[in-house]
């Protein structure tokens, strides 16, 4: 009798011990409708922060030029993010290589945009080109997963934005 006692016991807690198909079906259920929710709103939050990252760059490069300007006044504004470049280990600066701006920006790509420097308007002064304007633009590698909006940014310093993702910059920052 003590033995059929222990027994039942033993077999309850058998049947104790762990998880019925049934549960582990609607905890995996449970698991994939919170997945769904959370993975749409961590790759918003990536081109949010991308274009966070986005906008910075463009200040960076604005800065860059006019430290560029400054430094370069008989080129006036760099036309290429090369010239705001380079490395301190290909030595000093130059007006080809200014060493005014980080690596990646220069090399025209970083947190999946692509940046370039476009509509550059040059004067002649004594047989030497100057740049006197410039447009910066920053658009999405993949635009709606590595960012929404296209940005541009000129020598006014005024920061503008395509919600299309492209380079036609009309809708003012804010």
Do not use: W
């Not at 380079?86 to 060493?99: F, H, L, T, Y």
Request: one cysteine or more.
């Amino acid at each position: 009798m003590i033995h059929l006692l222990m027994q039942k016991r033993s077999d309850r807690h058998k049947r104790q011990a762990g998880f019925t198909l049934m549960e582990l079906l609607i905890v995996i259920s449970i698991m994939l409708i919170l997945m769904l929710i959370a993975i749409p709103n961590m790759l918003n939050l990536r081109s949010s922060a991308n274009e966070t990252s986005a906008i910075q760059s463009l200040r960076a490069i604005y800065e860059a030029q006019i430290q560029y300007q400054t430094n370069y006044p008989a080129n006036g504004f760099a036309c290429s993010l090369q010239a705001l470049g380079g490395e301190s280990s290909s030595g000093a600066p130059s007006a080809q290589s200014a060493q005014l701006l980080q690596h990646d920006v220069a090399s025209g790509s970083k947190a999946g945009y692509s940046f370039n420097i476009v509509n550059c308007t040059k004067t002649t002064v004594n047989n030497q080109d100057m740049y006197t304007s410039y447009e910066a633009t920053a658009v999405p590698q993949a635009v709606g997963k590595t960012g929404h909006r296209g940005f541009c940014i000129d020598m006014t310093g005024e920061i503008k934005s395509d919600p299309a993702g492209g380079t036609n910059c009309t809708v003012p920052l804010q």
